[in-house]
Structures are given as structure tokens and as C-alpha cells.
């Protein structure tokens, strides 16, 4: 999909202003080649994860073949897969897996699919919903590859995930934007632009959710996510927080939201990345001198886009992810998601398995999802939330900490795109009540299994890990951290770790 040449004549507009301010005078050293267009960008985003997704973006001519009927606002069915591997845990009876579309009220015809993963330990558990990013991409990639009750063996049979965060949680992923996953529409006006849409869709979706599983409405609740769901956690929990307040429907118990490895403050991150990969090696201090040549016009850039700017939005997208681009460029073949591994054949990502899994007739009639194709990650999606980009979705969340909701950011220590260093930045230039004594607060080893898996800082209800051993996806790459560090913080017991350092030995 190419822009149309007007947006294009936007774009170059706009940034003639920046540029002649920049004092750079060719525009192409703002990298403005075809390698910036957002349509590349989204193409090797899906490439470097493996997948072929086999439609842009779920948007159904007819609707007819919708499996919704129509009228109801949930349509939500117990499944079961034959033939997992290994051993759950619990027994099958006890398994209550549940697969189910809702119908988005705030849409013309927007049917979300969600899957609802029973806590393997006890009912009691916080309700905990994941969000993947992409921006377009499907949560069934962290039900899968991270933190989902079961994993895909290379024959296509599921094996149970000793540390699914359904041992510690309830846990429901679900496919949105409206176009990725399973979720779908017949009417193209659904696409989501912003996170107004993105946060009134998810909280529509919990208020359904929580009318289906009234028991369930009472326990704990937590936000969880990964990378441009930096962007959809803080805008979601402002809106619970915000429909409670209001005392709109029904009442959601939001303890607490995390982030990992997110985009959240986009001038602060874009700013570190050449840092980052000084730091590790990346780029030389040659690359480091030139590419920050740019940083002032970025940072220009997304003061005009604001926090809720359009067009300038755009064009800050262009401007900034030059800056990502030009350090990939001297990187080589690095994956972005892991600095530790080459983005060739198998030691790059590969969640082909995932496409292949979902496309079997068997897998979708459990499903219930019909004819609808799976869009693992969605180009089109992922293009209609460019405007989204580099808004600063940092500001909303003062006012949550302030109320005593809890953010844990915490960050896999090799991944470039959503590195530590930038999230560690926002995190501490953050003002709210406890920010110094957040900033002064010590550093701690987090330890499982007496092995030191991060370092942790906390004050308050503010906490932030930095996970050792890990890239972009911490809970693929460290999978039994990962469980422990729920765990602990919806538990209350990474706080605890902080005052009492001896005391920091995860109870597994
Ligand atoms: C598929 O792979 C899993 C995991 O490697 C193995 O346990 C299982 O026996 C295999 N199933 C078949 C039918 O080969």
C-alpha cells in the first residue's frame, strides 16, 4: 500500500520549515528514501517476526459470514484442543478455556475476538489482560511464544507452558485494533486512529466481559503488555480509572498496570536510542555523532505533534524513525528485538508456526471464529495508528499513581527498539509526589531462584525491572522470571523486595 502523493506533498512541506532549521539541506539526509514509508516499515516489522499474514487487515465485504449473530453482545464458548503435550496442572474438567467475539457498541460493525484463560491455580487470581503491539499485531503471538497456557511445538501440538501467567492469573489476550488476530468488521470507518478509539473499544469490551463473569468482576485487575501497548496501557487504565470514577456501568478493580519493553514517551526514547546502541557496541561514536545530527529536528518534530496533533504527527514519525533507521543501517543484519542475534533465517524470530497452527479447520471450529482468516499482524493497522506514534502517552499517568494505582515498567536488557536506557529515562523524569524519593530510591537485584534475574527499583506504586537475559519479549526469553515478577507485583511483593533486600527470593 503506497501513500497517496498528496499526503506526500504534506509531508514535504512540513518538514522544510524543520529541515532549513536543522540546517540541513538536502532532505535526503533526513533519510526520506523509500526505506521510511510507513507501508515498509509495517512490511518488515511482519518480516522480522516470519509471519505472511494472508490479508491486510481483517475488513469482511457483506458481513453475512460474520460467525456473530447479530443482537447479542457476547457470544463466548468453552474449548478445548486435542492432544497437548505435557502436564497442565489441573485437570481437564477443571480447564476452562473460553473463546468469544464481542460486539464493540461504539462501532458500526466491529466484532472484537477475545480468549479467556482460567487461573490454573485458583479462581481468586487477579484478572490480568494482555495487549501485543505491533501496532497491529496479534495477542495470540505472546499466547503462543510468551506468556499463554501452551506453546506450539514444531508439529503443530500444543505443550503446556510451565510458566503460563494463567498459573498466577485469570488471563484474557485480546485482538485489537479492530482488523487484527481474529477480530474484524465489515466496515472499513473501524479502523482505529487513536487511543481514544483503542481505550473506549477495550473498556466496552471489559464491561462486556465482566457482565458475562459478574464472579470475576470483584477480583483484582491488572493491565499487562509489550511494546506499542506502551502507548494502549497508560490510555486503558486512564479510562478504567476514568469510567469508575464516573461510576459509568459497572465497577472495574484496577490495581495496577504493566509495561514492557513499551514505547510510552517517544521524545525520551527516540533520544536514547543512539545512547543505547553506543553503549552496546551497536554503532561507533563516528555513527553516534552523525545520527544525532538529527535529534533536534526530531525533538522539534514531536513538540508540534503534541499531544494530540495529526498531519505533524505524521511527519514526526518520518523525521524520528530516521533515526532508527540510519542506526539499523550501520548495524547490519541485527535483530532490533534482540542485539544479541542476527535477523537471518532461524536466528531471527520465527512465528510461522503460530499462522499454521490457526489456519486448521479443527483449530478455528474450537475457535468459533468461522471463516475469518487470522492477520497475524496487520499493515494496515499498523499505517492508520502512524498518527498515534509519537504522541507522549506519559502524561496520563501521574495522576494514576497518584490514586495509588501501580505501574511496573520493566524492560529486557538487549532489545534496541523499546531499550531500557529510554524506558529508564521516562520513567525517572516522570514528575509526581514521589519522584525523588523514586529517583533516590537504591537499586536491587531481583532474584528467583537465587539467581539474580534483573534489578529492580520501587518507590511507592512506582516500580521498574530491568530483566537480565532478555530481548524484547521477556516472557519468551525468560519465561520463569517473567511468572515470578507477576507474581510479586500483583502480589504486593516486589515493593517488599525493595526495604528488604534479603527478603527478595521469588516463592515459585
Ligand atoms: C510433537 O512434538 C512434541 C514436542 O516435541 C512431542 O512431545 C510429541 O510427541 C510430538 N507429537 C507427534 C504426534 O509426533
Known sequence: MELPISLLLVFTLLLSPLTALAGVSDPRALGLARSSFPSVHAQQLIRALNLFPDSDANIIDGGDSSPVAAGKRIVEKLFTLPNVVGESGVSVEDLGHHAGY?????????????????SRTNKKDPVVIWLTGGPGCSSELAVFYENGPFSIANNLSLVWNEYGWDKASNLLYV????????????????????EDGVSNDLYDFLQAFFAE??????NDFYIT????????IPAFAARVHQGNKAKEGIHINLKGFAIGNGLTDPAIQYKAYTDYALDN???????????????????????LCGTDGTVSCMASYFVCNTIFSSILARAGDVNYYDIRKKCEGSLCYDFSNM?????????????G???????????TVYQAMLVDWMRNLEVGIPTLLEDGIQLLVYAGEYDLICNWLGNSRWVHAMEWSGQNKFVNSPEVPFVVDDSEAGVLKNYGPLSFLKVHDAGHMVPMDQPKAALAMLKMWTQGSLSEATAEPENLVAQM
Open 102 to 118: 464481542f460486539k464493540i457498541e461504539h462501532s458500526h460493525a466491529a466484532r472484537m475476538f477475545y480468549l479467556f484463560f482460567e
Open 175 to 194: 485482538d485489537q485494533p479492530i482488523g487484527t488476530g481474529f477480530s474484524y468488521s465489515s466496515d472499513r470507518r473501524d479502523i482505529r486512529h487513536s
Open 213 to 218: 463473569h459478574p464472579e470475576l468482576a470483584k
Open 225 to 232: 503488555g509489550e511494546s506499542y501497548a506502551g502507548h494502549y
Open 281 to 303: 557496541g551497536v554503532i561507533s561514536k563516528t555513527d553516534y555523532d552523525r545520527i544525532n545530527k538529527v535529534l533536534p529536528v526530531c525533538e522539534m518534530a514531536i513538540k
Open 355 to 367: 499462522e499454521k497452527f490457526l489456519k486448521q479447520k479443527f483449530v478455528k471450529q474450537a475457535l
Open 369 to 379: 471464529v468461522g471463516d475469518i482468516d487470522f492477520v497475524s499482524c496487520s499493515p
